[in-house]
């Protein structure tokens, strides 16, 4: 973790596009590419340090791991749970947002390709608002252009997941705030 921690910023998120997209289940088993089954294998909260020592993250792990080295480097951050359920579709993510050179930027992580230098800064107001556009287009997206607005949470959080948490007790911690 101090190694992690020690990057400079542009370092750090450079270093957070090697991490795979996946998670690790209760037993300790990794899953990438397309093994995401909840039900077969019940997913674990992996920890920051679980993070860089198992090279792989699910977007509430990765989120902790941006959160703590922000927090270890002073640099603002804020972190938000965004979650669409209705009927068959439930959908979730959580995103980071970090503070630098005065204007406020989502945190590219491993689940997107971009970079930070892809976004413009911006207000913290305005940079939250638009990634809630970019959910709620996203769920439009996948339902075919229909999303009931009232089945859409979005909320800022603080910390608090702890090492092998299940899916449902992130999802009740994050629905809490």
Known sequence: ???VY??????????????????????????????????????????????????????WDICELIRDYCRHNGIPVSTW???????????????AFIKTEGQWYPAPDNSDPHLLSDFTGKRYDEV?????GY????????????ADESRFLFRE????????MSDEDVLRHLREG
């Open 1 to 3: 973790m101090k190694a």
């Open 128 to 132: 939250i608002k638009e990634f809630q």
């Open 6 to 59: 020690s990057l400079s910023l542009s370092d750090f998120l450079a270093y957070l596009k090697t991490v795979d997209y996946g998670y690790k289940d209760v037993n300790g088993v990794i899953h990438t590419g397309e093994e995401f089954d909840f039900e077969k294998y019940p997913y674990a909260f992996s920890s920051p340090a679980e993070v860089t020592a198992n090279s792989c993250a699910w977007c």
């Open 135 to 146: 959910f709620r287009d996203f769920i439009r997206h996948i339902t075919g252009g229909e």
């Open 157 to 164: 959080y603080g910390g608090g997941l702890k090492s092998g």
């Open 81 to 95: 749970f965004y979650e669409y359920q209705s009927g068959a579709i439930h959908q979730t993510h959580t995103q």
